[in-house]
């Protein structure tokens, strides 16, 4: 029950590591920090690995294996590292496929097939397949960011499974290496194959005679015990050698979690994209009459079949989690999702129709919704895909693990066995929500296990082997997507039995006769309870945190469990996380920066690899390249917050380090502009002067590249005059934010004439005040705390009155709106700043009608803020830019890659020109002249300035415009 492997190789890490430097191009890593980075999956697990290679080219993996063979080392191939069982890690040379070896090689439109590199991300090569009309149906929740290579090693599913099956059913070619450094190309071997194999003669003859005799050994136990079900995981695929099914080897192969071989490219299949679809939901009484019901739906042809019990929605409504989409369903306590396709709407429809039809007619009809608005079937499609996130961290609820979460059953008898698991789940006293791809009997769940204890430990794995002796009586499936791993594996006798284990080993021993790839998974695996990530060992010490994480009862610890490893920070669109997509680096990803800050916190215990704690130089150096965008904090299943534990990492960091200058320099820059503003003449002088521009660059750290904005020639708070105007909204306040006061005043000029023009009395506060934003990047959290005190001070009176604040700069309010509450806890004046400020447009968007606003009609070209994208709302903004008749386009754009002063400081820089360079620059060269381009953050505004001498505008200066008696204006 300890983390401790039992069967550690040993292993000269150094020298191998000296002769994988001599003789690959690619990355080879055994530092500390590298090793941290890939001791867990997405599971209970955890094993350090003895390094990391990062191959560039399959040369660099043969040459791997070569050297790891010579020196006995285990081998691992990984790809996006999102696996549920524990296969992704051990005390291995992991060979991460994700950054280069990740290319779409051939589509095929004809033959309606794909060649694809092991790294190849899923979404990739379906975006590279639909523009001929062809996808690749397996699909998982993490098809946007899962790689193939991974696909292929579990044998993966998802929804769409409905309409092409598993991921062996879609494969016909592997190109694999062996473990003593055999490369051959497999899949169905036909008569003639065979016999030209065998005439060739050598290891690789050997390995299909061996093969062939073990299928002849265990042939009709194979046929007999692997159950005849949509979704069978569990085990090796033995069936696919047999005679009837072409001795395919390639196939056999999918689903061995590389336990056998490394693949280094496939073959696979496509099939036609349908081009249209819609959604058919379904509520019924209870989920069991939803899993009852399962037969009479999947005889209605749907592309994919989803189910979601009233726990889930239950949870989701406690978290907040896509409130529309849970408003949206129908009626019931079980629901049941339809999906159907065609080349029209009008088939798509007429399917789904037929279903309804037929469903009235029962006895006790379910509520029905069809729903044809892509958009909408996109929110509702959101209720299924949130199974891990609102089920894995549940306010006031203990925390829910995998280790029973992909058993499948005969769909036919999917309602008797979700009646009988959840008795199960009672007599354990376990509390869980169920959900899952019910048109082929896969169910999924989260279970509030105690990982911690001796009698949690014990009583989760006496639970899982009576839950395995219940789905094989049922006829069902240990696993029906996730694989073995470690979870499940020491349960595979109960499904199969002693002989076909034995099967098992032997056909692991077969392809991999020295042991080395992936031991101690799915064949002679180490026990459930073993190597946990948590376990006996686990006892994180105390951490007196200056920021508060009520959300997790202000336990930082608790807060470090909160990243449970899915990955949906290594996805190449939304915001979420700008320098994972820049660099390709899992450093650099969300997922990345909270496993370090767990191995730093838990550093301590005896298997622990980050041993200096707050001072842990490979966690200063993730956290670095962390933008601060909060993309996490709403895209991210499980809200992790790493602004928030970069913050307090480097208050804790830097008591025992001397801060660099440019920390002190843009960390306080709202002291330096207040003084410049005495002379912005003369302080722009200074810093435009060559020599001394160049001298401060040097001196503070500063990209070269880069020239500093110059300060306005007079302030805001300077110019601004309030209007005796009538008022009847009452007062505003607003807030001169440091960047728009001093560096951009006429954006805040433009904002107090619309307020006016709206009907409010325009005020500023009677002193100059900062949120203190820039304070957090470097950690300056005693600082940051004060500035907000004395903001809650300056505005008391106004807070108690209820005067709304309108804050320009979205990185300001999402300083209220999020640090606030967190560093403050408990002071109602912070929670009335928090509830009583607003985006400019928020504030205006009710008022829409009155405001009688010009139309500019004018295409734009729109950038929005990350915060205002993630923990904001640009709803708002959006529509008051449709009321004003722009032509709006607002591309996917991510981070703009400047976030303060992080495209200043020089060894960030071109972290922060491939940000920008991503989405942002291409759209702006791309955008006519004559277009208007909006971006409200200064950051974005600056960054698109100077990479493109672009003019860029606030929505307040759009709309300052639009106002009856100003015109437009070119």
Not at 119 to 138: K, N, S, Y
Not at 285 to 294: L, P, Q, R
Not at 344 to 365: G, K
Not at 490 to 518: S, T
Request: net charge neutral.
């Amino acid at each position: 029950m300890t983390a401790t492997p039992t069967r550690a190789p040993q292993v000269d890490a150094m020298a191998l590591a000296r002769a994988l430097r001599e003789r690959i191009a690619g990355e080879v890593r055994f530092d500390d920090g590298s090793r941290a980075l890939y001791a867990t999956d997405a599971s209970n697990y955890r094993q350090v690995p003895i390094g990391v290679v990062i191959p560039r080219t399959v040369d660099d993996v043969i040459a791997t294996v070569d050297l790891c063979r010579q020196y006995r080392a285990p081998i691992l191939s990984r790809g996006g590292g999102t696996s549920l069982c524990g296969q992704c890690c051990n005390v291995a040379v992991v060979i991460d496929f994700s950054k280069y070896l990740n290319q779409v090689l051939e589509i095929d439109a004809e033959g309606a097939t794909a060649r694809v590199q092991p790294g190849v991300v899923l979404d990739d090569l379906r975006r590279q397949a639909a523009q001929v009309g062809l996808t690749f149906a397996p699909d998982p929740a993490t098809h946007n960011h899962n790689t193939l290579g991974g696909m292929l090693g579990n044998n993966s599913c998802g929804p769409h499974s409905v309409m092409g099956g598993e991921t062996v059913h879609n494969v016909i070619e592997l190109d694999i290496l062996t473990s003593d450094g055999i490369r051959m190309t497999v899949g169905a071997t036909d008569e003639d194959s065979w016999r030209r194999i065998q005439a060739e003669g050598g290891r690789k003859a050997e390995i299909y005679r061996r093969l062939r005799e073990l299928v002849e050994r265990h042939g009709e136990e194979i046929r007999a015990r692997f159950p005849p079900i949509p979704r069978r995981v569990s085990g090796f695929n033995l069936p696919r050698l047999l005679p009837e099914n072409g001795f395919d080897l390639a196939k056999a192969l999918v689903g061995t979690e590389g336990t056998c071989v490394v693949v280094l490219e496939a073959r696979l299949r496509l099939l036609p994209n349908p081009r249209e679809r819609v959604l058919l939901v379904l509520g019924y009484d209870s989920v069991y009459e939803a899993g009852d019901h399962v037969p009479e739906v999947m005889r209605a042809g749907p592309i994919a079949l989803e189910g979601v019990d009233d726990r889930l929605v239950h949870d989701m409504t406690a978290m907040d989690l896509h409130p529309r989409g849970v408003q949206l369903l129908p009626d019931g306590h079980g629901w049941l999702l339809a999906e159907f396709g065609g080349d029209t709407v009008e088939a798509a429809c007429a399917a789904a129709q037929r279903l309804m039809d037929q469903l009235r007619s029962a006895e006790r009809p379910p509520a029905m919704k069809l729903v044809q608005d892509p958009q909408v079937q996109a929110v509702l499609w959101k209720v299924r895909e949130s199974g891990l996130g609102a089920t894995a961290h549940v306010p006031n609820a203990p925390i829910t693990w995998e280790g029973w979460e992909d058993a499948s059953v005969p769909p036919e008898r999917l309602g008797e066995y979700l009646r009988k698991l959840r008795a199960l789940f009672d007599r354990y006293g376990y509390g869980c929500d169920l959900y899952g791809h019910f048109g082929q009997g896969c169910v999924h769940t989260r279970i509030d296990f105690d990982l911690v204890t001796a009698p949690g430990i014990a009583k989760f794995r006496r639970f899982i082997h009576e839950a395995a002796e219940q789905v094989t009586a049922v006829g069902g499936s240990i696993s029906g997507e996730h694989g073995d791993g470690q979870s499940k594996a020491e349960l595979l006798e109960i499904m199969y039995g002693p002989r076909l284990v034995q099967a098992f080993e032997d056909f692991k021993d077969i392809w991999d006769p020295l042991g080395l790839m992936n031991p101690g998974k799915v064949v002679r695996p180490y026990r459930a309870d073993e190597n946990l990530r948590l376990g006996t060992s686990y006892d994180p010490p105390p951490v007196e945190t200056v920021m508060h994480f009520a959300g997790d009862a202000s336990d930082f610890g608790r807060t470090m469990l909160r990243c449970v490893g899915v990955g949906e920070c290594r996805k190449h669109d939304g915001t979420m996380c700008p320098s994972y997509k820049a660099t390709g680096e899992e450093m650099h990803a969300t997922r990345g920066r909270a496993r370090l800050l767990f191995e730093m916190l838990n550093g301590n215990r005896t298997e622990g690899v980050l041993r200096q704690g707050w001072q842990e130089p490979a966690v200063k150096e993730a956290l670095d390249l962390c933008l601060s965008c909060k993309g996490c904090k709403k895209e991210c299943p499980v809200k992790v917050d790493m602004a928030s534990y970069k913050a307090e990492f480097l208050f804790h960091y830097f008591r025992k380090h001397r801060r660099p200058l440019a920390a002190h320099v843009f960390g306080h820059i709202d002291r330096w502009a207040r003084w410049a503003s005495v002379a912005p003449g003369l302080a722009n002088a200074l810093m435009q002067s060559p020599p001394l521009a160049r001298l401060a660059q040097r001196v503070i750290g500063i990209a070269p590249q880069r020239r500093l904005p110059a300060f306005a020639r007079q302030t805001f708070r300077a110019g601004f005059r309030p209007r005796a105007a009538k008022a009847p909204r009452g007062d505003v306040l607003l807030w001169p934010d440091t960047f728009n006061n001093h560096f951009h005043p006429q954006v805040a000029h433009a904002a107090a004439r619309v307020l006016e023009h709206a009907g409010y009395r325009v005020r500023i506060p009677g002193q100059p005040l900062c949120c203190g934003r820039p304070l957090y990047e470097f950690g300056m959290l005693d600082a940051a705390r004060a500035h907000l005190q004395r903001t809650v001070d300056a505005l008391d009176a106004d807070l108690r009155a209820g005067t709304p604040v309108v804050v320009l700069e979205p990185a300001c309010l999402s300083v209220f709106k999020e640090e606030l509450p967190m560093m403050l806890p408990g002071q109602q004046q912070a929670h009335r700043l928090r509830a009583q400020s607003f985006l400019l447009a928020d504030l205006l968007q009710p008022h829409l009608e009155a405001l009688d606003l010009a139309p500019l009609g004018r295409p734009a070209l729109v950038h929005a803020h990350c915060h205002a994208k993630t923990v904001l709302d640009f709803a708002s903004s959006g529509k008051l830019m449709s009321a004003i008749g722009l032509d709006v386009h607002m591309p996917d754009t991510g981070c703009c890659g400047m976030a303060g002063s992080f495209g200043f400081e020089e060894r960030k820089y071109d972290v922060s020109i491939a940000c920008a360079e991503r989405r942002l620059l291409p759209a702006v060269r791309d955008t006519a002249p004559d277009h208007l381009l909006i971006a409200d953050g200064f950051s974005c505004r600056e960054q698109i300035v100077q990479c493109t001498g672009r003019d860029v505008q606030h929505l307040a200066e759009v709309l300052l415009r639009a106002l009856p008696d100003q015109g437009e204006s070119p």
